[in-house]
C-alpha cells in the first residue's frame, strides 16, 4: 500500500548574506490517511521550513537541495510552481499561527472562501459556491453564517478568525491539513474549542492532519503520532503515548522533565542547560551533544543513525546502539 | 504560608485604570481591584489576552497613571504629595520584566550599558565600580563577561531575557513585576528562566507580581494566584487552592481548557467548554461580567455585579453562587 505522504532525506537550505542556513538536514516521515501527526521541536529547529517545502512556499532564498516529498508517490519536489499551485488549496491546505495575516483584511470573509473555489473549482456554478461557503462557514462552528458571511475579518474575535482560516483552508476539501502553530496565538479557553473543531472536522471529512506546536498538552491533547525536531533533523518519531511513555531520545526527555509537575513545588525545575546549535555551522556530530546528559566521545564525532526503538518507534541516538547498552540507564 | 498578622509590602486599593477610546468612549482595562502583597511573596495574575494583567502591572508601578484609587508601598502612599526624590526611590525598588526580551532591549546598545542605565540614572555607581558590577550581575544571571560589549541582536531569546533580568536587578529592587517574562520562549529554556527567578528571589528576598498565561508555570512559582477576567479580579487564593478547589465558574472554565502533557489523562479528560470569546470590553453590561458565557447564570446575575468576597479564609470570589 502507498502511503499518502511520504518525506525522504529532505534537505533544505537557505541562502543568507552571512552564509548557507542547513535548515533541514535529512529528515524523512509519512503521514497516513486520517491521521494526525505533531511536529514538536525548539524554536529555529526548522519545523516550518519542512512544512513549507511540503507546499512548496519556502522563501526565495530556500532551496530543496536533496530528498523527495511523496503525495501519494508522485514528487512534489520536483513539481514546477504552476504545477504545486493546483496543489496548494486542493490537495494539501496550509494554516498559520495568526489568523490576521492569513486573511485578506479588505476582503469580507464569504469572499475569502469563494476565492479559493474559483481558483481550484471551475465545475461549479457562482450559486453552488455562495452555497458551499455558508455550508463551510457552519461547518467551522460559526452560527448565524449568512449574517456572517457579509464580515471583515477585524469584525470576528481571534478564536472566530482563525475558523474561517480553517475554513479557507477546507474549501476544496483537502487530503492533508497542514496546521503551523494554529493556537499559539489564542487564549487556551479558545484554544480548547478550536482543538475540539480540528478533531470534529477530522472525522467528518476525513483528512490527515500535520500540527507543529511547542506545547505539549496540544499533542498529547490531538496527536496519534509525533515527531520531534531538534537541530535541523528529527530525532524521534513515535506514536504519541510511546513518546510519552516510553521516551527514547534525552531530547524529548528533557523537554517533558522540563513541564513543571506538582512534585517540582518548591524545587527546581529540570531544565536543559544551554541553547539549541546555530544551524548555519551544524555541529558534525549529534545536534544535541553540547545539552546532553548523557553525551559519549563518539556523539561529538559522528552522527548518530536513525535506529528503530520498537514497532514504528524511531530516535537518533548513540545510546540506542547495541554497543551502548550498558549506558542507557 | 503568609499570614493575615503580616504587614504587606504593597497595598493595592480600588485600583482602576480607564483608557479613552474613539469618541466619547472609555476602556475600563482595570476595574476597582484590591490586593495585597506579602515581602518575599510571588503572586501569580492570570486570565485571557486583553484581561488588564499588564495594565494592572503598569499601573502598579506608576508606568500608568491610575484613574483612580490607592497603592500603599511599605506603609507611605505613592501620590503626587510625594517629592522628586521619594519618587526616585520609589521607581528604584519597584522594577519590571517585559514579556519580548527582542522588543525591550534597545538594539542599538551594548549589553554593559543596557545593564548599566538605570544604575547611571540613579547615579549609584561610576567608572571601575560599575563595571565590576554589570559583571557581577551577568555571572548571577548565567551569562559572562564576554557578552558585556555585545549588542542585544547577538542573543537568543533565553539570554535576551537574562539581560533583561540583569537589567532590573541593577538597581537592587525589592519588588518586581515579571510580565510574561517567559512567553516567547521555549519549554526548555522557561525552566532556566524560572528557576533563575526563583534563586534570585531566594538569595535577596523578592517579591514578585508574576503575569503570565502559561498555569502551569504560573502555579509552580506563586504562592498566592489571582484570577482576572475583563479587568476584574474574580478569584484569588493560595497555588494550591486554586488548582484543587477552584469556586468561580470563570476559573473552573479556565483550568479545563489547559491541555495536560499526558495523552491518557488528556484522552479521557471532560471539558467544560465555554461558549463564544471575550464580549468587547467597551460595550459592558450590568451585573457579573461573565454572565454571558457562565453555565450556572441566572437574572440575578444580571441584574447585579457580585462582589469579591472571603467564600474561606484566604480565598476570595466574586461570583453570587461561590460557597
Ligand atoms: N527566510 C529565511 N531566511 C534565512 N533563514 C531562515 C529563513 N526562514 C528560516 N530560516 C532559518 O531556518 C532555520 C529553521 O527555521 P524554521 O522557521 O523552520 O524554524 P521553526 O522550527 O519553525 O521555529 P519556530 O518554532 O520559531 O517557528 C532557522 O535557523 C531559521 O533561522
Ligand atoms: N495604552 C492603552 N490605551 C488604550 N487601551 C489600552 C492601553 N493599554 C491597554 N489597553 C487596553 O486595555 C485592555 C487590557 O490590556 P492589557 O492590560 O494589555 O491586557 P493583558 O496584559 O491582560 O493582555 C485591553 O482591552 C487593551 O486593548
Ligand atoms: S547521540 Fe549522544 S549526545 Fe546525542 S542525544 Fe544521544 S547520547 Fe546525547
Ligand atoms: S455571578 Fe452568576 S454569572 Fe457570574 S460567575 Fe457567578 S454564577 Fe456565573
Ligand atoms: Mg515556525
Ligand atoms: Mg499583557
Known amino acids: 500500500m502507498s502511503r499518502l505522504l511520504e518525506v525522504n532525506q529532505l534537505r533544505v537550505q537557505i541562502e543568507t548574506q552571512h552564509g548557507t542556513v542547513q535548515a533541514v538536514r535529512g529528515i ?145 476539501d483537502p487530503r492533508i491539513l497542514i496546521a503551523d502553530e494554529p493556537t499559539t496565538a489564542l487564549d487556551v479557553t479558545i484554544q480548547a474549542q478550536i482543538l475540539d473543531l480540528m478533531r470534529d472536522l477530522q472525522k467528518k471529512i476525513k483528512t490527515s492532519i500535520i500540527i507543529i506546536t511547542h506545547n505539549l498538552g496540544v499533542v498529547a491533547n490531538i496527536a496519534d503520532r509525533v515527531a520531534v525536531m531538534y537541530g535541523g ?25 522540563s513541564i513543571p509537575k506538582a512534585s517540582d513545588k518548591g524545587s527546581d525545575l529540570t531544565a536543559i542547560p544551554g541553547t539549541p546549535p546555530d544551524l548555519m555551522e551544524p555541529p558534525k556530530g549529534c545536534p544535541f551533544a553540547a545539552r546532553c546528559t548523557k553525551t559519549m566521545e563518539v556523539c561529538r564525532q559522528y552522527p548518530p543513525k536513525d535506529m528503530l526503538c520498537r514497532g514504528t518507534h524511531r530516535a537518533r541516538c548513540w545510546l540506542l546502539d547495541e554497543r551502548a547498552k550498558a549506558l542507557r540507564e | 504560608m503568609m499570614s493575615a498578622e503580616k504587614k504587606p509590602l504593597l497595598e493595592v486599593k480600588h485600583l482602576k485604570k480607564y483608557f479613552p ?10 476595574r476597582d481591584i484590591s490586593l495585597n502583597l506579602y515581602k518575599g511573596e510571588t503572586l501569580g495574575l492570570v486570565g485571557e489576552s486583553g ?91 548565567g551569562l559572562s563577561e564576554e557578552h558585556a560589549n555585545r549588542f542585544p541582536h547577538e542573543f537568543s531569546g533565553g539570554q535576551r531575557q537574562r539581560v533583561g533580568i540583569a537589567r532590573a536587578l541593577a538597581v537592587d529592587p525589592e519588588f518586581i513585576i515579571c510580565d510574561e517574562p517567559i512567553s516567547a520562549l521555549d519549554v526548555s529554556i522557561q525552566a532556566q528562566v524560572i528557576n533563575l527567578l526563583k534563586e534570585l528571589q531566594k538569595k535577596r528576598d523578592l517579591t514578585y507580581l508574576f503575569i503570565a498565561h502559561d498555569l502551569s508555570m504560573v ?30 465558574p470563570y476559573t473552573q472554565a479556565l483550568l479545563s481548557a489547559i491541555p495536560i502533557p499526558d495523552p491518557d489523562v488528556e484522552k479521557s479528560r471532560n471539558r467544560i467548554m465555554l461558549e463564544g470569546s471575550l464580549p468587547d470590553p467597551i460595550r459592558l453590561s450590568e451585573g457579573c461580567l461573565f454572565a454571558g458565557r457562565c453555565p450556572y447564570a441566572e437574572d440575578l446575575c444580571r441584574k447585579n455585579t457580585p462582589e469579591m468576597k472571603e467564600v474561606r479564609p484566604g480565598h476570595f470570589a466574586a461570583c453570587h453562587k461561590a460557597k
Not at chain 1, 471551475?122 to 461547518?139: G, N, V, W, Y
Open chain 1, 28 to 172: 524523512s516521515f509519512h503521514l497516513d490517511e486520517q491521521e494526525t501527526l505533531a511536529i514538536v521541536g525548539e524554536s529555529g529547529s526548522g519545523k516550518s521550513i519542512s512544512v513549507k517545502s511540503i507546499m512548496g512556499l519556502l522563501p526565495k532564498n530556500g532551496k530543496i537541495v536533496e530528498g523527495s516529498i511523496l503525495l501519494e508517490g508522485k514528487d512534489l519536489a520536483k513539481y514546477s510552481e504552476r504545477q504545486m499551485q493546483s496543489v496548494r488549496g486542493s490537495d494539501i491546505s496550509m494554516i498559520f499561527q495568526d489568523p490576521m495575516t492569513s486573511l485578506n483584511p479588505t476582503m469580507i470573509i464569504g469572499k475569502q472562501i469563494v476565492e479559493v473555489l474559483k481558483e481550484h473549482r471551475r465545475d461549479m456554478t457562482k450559486a453552488q459556491m455562495k452555497e458551499r461557503a455558508l455550508e463551510l462557514i457552519s461547518l467551522v462552528g460559526i452560527s448565524n453564517p449568512e449574517a456572517r458571511f457579509d464580515q471583515y475579518p477585524h469584525q470576528l474575535s481571534g478564536g472566530m478568525r482563525q475558523r474561517v482560516v480553517i475554513a479557507v483552508a477546507l474549501a476544496c
Open chain 1, 233 to 257: 533533523q528529527l530525532v524521534e518519531t513515535a506514536d504519541v503515548r510511546d513518546l510519552f511513555y516510553e521516551t527514547a531520545h534525552p531530547y524529548t526527555k528533557g523537554l517533558l522533565a
Open chain 2, 21 to 30: 477610546v474613539g469618541k466619547n468612549q472609555t476602556l475600563k482595562a482595570v
Open chain 2, 51 to 141: 484581561c488588564g494583567k499588564s495594565t494592572f502591572g503598569r499601573t502598579v508601578i506608576q508606568l500608568y497613571e491610575p484613574t483612580e484609587g490607592t497603592i500603599i508601598y511599605e506603609g507611605r502612599e505613592i501620590n503626587n504629595s510625594l517629592s522628586k526624590a521619594e519618587r526616585h526611590e520609589f521607581t528604584r525598588k519597584m522594577q519590571m520584566i517585559f514579556q519580548d526580551p527582542y522588543a525591550s532591549l534597545n538594539p542599538r546598545m551594548k549589553v554593559m550599558d543596557i545593564i548599566a542605565e538605570g544604575m547611571d540614572a540613579h547615579g549609584v555607581y561610576k567608572g571601575q565600580e560599575r563595571k565590576k558590577k554589570v559583571i557581577e550581575l551577568l555571572e548571577t544571571v
Open chain 2, 219 to 248: 502555579k509552580h512559582i506563586s504562592d498566592r494566584i489571582g484570577v482576572m477576567y475583563l479587568g476584574s479580579m474574580v478569584e484569588l487564593t493560595d497555588s494550591e487552592t486554586l488548582f484543587d478547589d477552584p469556586v468561580h
